[in-house]
């Protein structure tokens, strides 16, 4: 029991000191291309876009985008339609022409997303440690 209450004690202070390292932090570099590969994949289902990454995260980081009213003029520029490498143009265009790029509300929110999949993860490690204990 005690164990159990201490590991849930660690996953809950490391996504307390996550959350309050990215809280008012602006997008890091590559970032950039990431939500824009991420939109790439989940609105084109397209994966050509930073083909180096495993594109789960950047799905799932990016998802909510498509309930956002976004132009989808990023997909008609010549970052993806001609450039071998157009990922961070591509990210760009998408982040900030569009205007939803409001404060630092989407940096947070995507990142809060992927904090809470590994604090999800944790979770399911400390259950499937404690299932095989018994």
Known sequence: ????????????????????????????????????SGYSYVKALDY???????PLAKALATFPLLFLDLSQKAFETKFWLQDI???WDF????????????????????RLRLCGLADLLCFYFKLSSRASKS
Not at 2 to 31: C, H, M, P, R, Y
Not at 48 to 54: A, K, Q, V, Y
Not at 95 to 109: E, N
Request: with cysteine.
């Open 1 to 36: 029991m005690k164990s159990g209450l201490l590991a849930t004690l660690i996953i809950t202070t490391a996504l307390a000191l996550a959350i309050s390292s990215f809280w008012n932090d602006s997008l890091i570099v590559d970032e950039i291309p990431h939500v824009g």
């Open 48 to 54: 050509r876009l930073n083909p180096e990454h495993p």
């Open 85 to 87: 490498n157009g990922q």
């Open 91 to 110: 990210g760009r265009f998408l982040i900030f022409q569009f205007k939803f790029y409001v404060s630092c509300s989407f940096d947070f929110h995507h």
